[in-house]
């Protein structure tokens, strides 16, 4: 099994700035891609970035573009997602997710083990 517990989150004014940590425990052997997901209230989960262990090969949604960058900490085996320009169409709860096979993808059922969640407020 896997654990995976984010911290980072919080409120933010429009324009602001955070960074998200996933911290990965238990057996990550098989955990190759790492990604992000958000769900706004009211709203359906939705994918926000990815990361492949093995080459730092990555995807991002539209919307965050330019603004949110994915990384990783071999050594921690920890996840980073840095939000940048942020506005209240962030607000969400982020949700760090692993996926145990090899390729990226955008779908949130293709990932085996996910966090609680971090709650991400961006005031206007």
């Known amino acids: 099994q896997v654990q995976l517990v984010e911290s980072g989150g919080g409120l933010v004014q429009a324009g602001g700035s955070l960074r998200l940590s996933c911290a990965a425990s238990?057996?990550?052997?098989?955990?190759?891609?790492m990604g992000w997901f958000r769900q706004p209230p009211g709203k359906e989960r939705e994918f926000v970035a990815a990361i492949t262990w093995s080459n730092w090969s990555t995807r991002y949604a539209d919307s965050v573009k330019g603004r949110f960058t994915i990384s990783r900490d071999t050594a921690k085996n920890t996840v980073y997602l840095q939000m940048n320009s942020l506005n209240p169409e962030d607000t969400a709860v982020y949700y760090c997710a692993t996926r145990t096979r090899n390729r990226l993808s955008l779908l949130a059922t293709d990932y085996d083990y996910w966090g609680r969640g971090t709650q991400v407020t961006v005031s206007s």
């Open positions: 238990g057996r990550t052997l098989g955990s190759l891609v």
